[in-house]
Each structure stands twice: as structure tokens, then as C-alpha cells.
T-cell receptor, first 114, second 112 residues
Framework: NAGVTQTPKFQVLKTGQSMTLQCAQD?????MSWYRQDPGMGLRLIHY???????DQGEVPNGYNVSRSTTEDFPLRLLSAAPSQTSVYFC?????????????FGPGTRLTVL | GEDVEQSLFLSVREGDSSVINCTYT??????LYWYKQEPGAGLQLLTY?????DMKQDQRLTVLLNKKDKHLSLRIADTQTGDSAIYFC????????????FGTGTLLAVQP
């Protein structure tokens, strides 16, 4: 199993540009989430999904869209990038079948918006 | 929203014990977690404790939970340089199975 994969690893955008951060998992996990990590603020939940076709907002959803058309993929879209979205983005997945609800994290995408 | 707080930095000498502390706010959390993040990598689950437990030991790791004070700690015995990383505590928010609230993270620096 590759686990949770994210692309790209690094990205630089100009203000106003759009892009999609890709996330995929091959563990047949129902739950997938997107977090952003900023210095001194830990990880904050952006959006999450409990299964294909179902998504919901987390703590900081503004400026981001998601969709979940398949169990494996959970892309995060920035429609009009802003400097405040400069951050490291992590995708995670988990299964309701695990007793401790462990989340598995991807390696992250480091995004800079100029 | 919910806040999970940690001290930002801890420095210890190799071979000493490290204790990383965390306070959380959601008393209904069923599980509390410690995740480890090494430089340039994602987070990995280090250990967890169920809310009806006071202590859990796993090799060099000891987790203590004080539900009355909503305080969680992670003790690493015989700390090694490979333990240098950022450690995050996390709680499940509102009973949902995949909504985690993370602390701010504690950077553990192990001096040789």
C-alpha cells in the first residue's frame, strides 16, 4: 500500500490564481480530511468527508472547495489564492473499523501565495 | 471553538526523560492522541489513550490522563536524538470519529 499520497509537494502561486491539491489513499478508508498547518497554531481542519459524495466544513473552510466523487480521491481546490493561504496542507484518512480511529497523514504540500 | 494547548518548546539531554504536557477542553472526548511529526514529514500516530483510562504504557512511552483537570501528558523515557520532533496532542471533537482538534505542538530538542 502507498498509504496517503499528496501532489504536488511544493507550489508557488500568485494572488488570484487557482489550483487543486491532490490527495489519494489506497486503504479503502471512508473518512478523509484536509488540514492546514501554520506556525504556532497546530493543525486546523479545513474540510472533511465521511464517504464518497459526502463532504462537510471544518474549522477554516473559507476559500477552499472539496469534492469526493470516489472513495480514493479527495482534492482540495483554491479558487482564488490569497497570501493568507500560504501554509502546509495535509491530507489524512481513517477507517471506522479501527478501534482507535487512527488517522493516516500524507507527506504534505507546502504552498506559498505571493 | 475548542482549544488544545501545549507549551511550544522543550529541550532535554540524551538519556533524560522528557515530559510533554497538554490541556484540552472537550470533556466528552473518547480518545486522546499523541502524534509525532519529524522534519519535512506528515504526522504519525505515536500512541493514544481511551478516556476511561488514567495511564497507558507502551515501551518508552507513558501517557497520563487527568480527566478532572483535562490534562494529558506524554513521558518519553531514555530520550534519544531520534526523538527530536514536534509532538501534537489531539482530541476528538464533538464525538465525531474523524474530526480532530490538535494542539499547537511542542518542539522537542534532544541534545547529545
Amino acid at each position: 500500500n502507498a498509504g496517503v499520497t499528496q501532489t504536488p509537494k511544493f507550489q508557488v502561486l500568485k494572488t488570484g490564481q487557482s489550483m487543486t491539491l491532490q490527495c489519494a489513499q489506497d486503504m479503502n478508508h471512508e473518512y478523509m480530511s484536509w488540514y492546514r498547518q501554520d506556525p504556532g497554531m497546530g493543525l486546523r481542519l479545513i474540510h472533511y468527508s465521511v464517504g464518497a459524495g459526502i463532504t462537510d466544513q471544518g474549522e477554516v473552510p473559507n476559500g477552499y472547495n472539496v469534492s469526493r466523487s470516489t472513495t480514493e480521491d479527495f482534492p482540495l481546490r483554491l479558487l482564488s489564492a490569497a497570501p493568507s493561504q500560504t501554509s502546509v496542507y495535509f491530507c489524512a484518512s481513517s477507517s471506522s473499523g479501527r478501534v482507535n480511529n487512527e488517522q493516516f497523514f500524507g507527506p504534505g504540500t507546502r504552498l506559498t501565495v505571493l | 471553538g475548542e482549544d488544545v494547548e501545549q507549551s511550544l518548546f522543550l529541550s532535554v539531554r540524551e538519556g533524560d526523560s522528557s515530559v510533554i504536557n497538554c490541556t484540552y477542553t472537550d470533556s466528552s472526548s473518547t480518545y486522546l492522541y499523541w502524534y509525532k511529526q519529524e522534519p519535512g514529514a506528515g504526522l504519525q500516530l505515536l500512541t493514544y489513550i481511551f478516556s476511561n483510562m488514567d495511564m497507558k504504557q507502551d515501551q518508552r512511552l507513558t501517557v497520563l490522563l487527568n480527566k478532572k483537570d483535562k490534562h494529558l501528558s506524554l513521558r518519553i523515557a531514555d530520550t534519544q536524538t531520534g526523538d527530536s520532533a514536534i509532538y501534537f496532542c489531539a482530541e476528538i471533537y464533538g464525538g465525531a470519529t474523524n474530526k480532530l482538534i490538535f494542539g499547537t505542538g511542542t518542539l522537542l530538542a534532544v541534545q547529545p
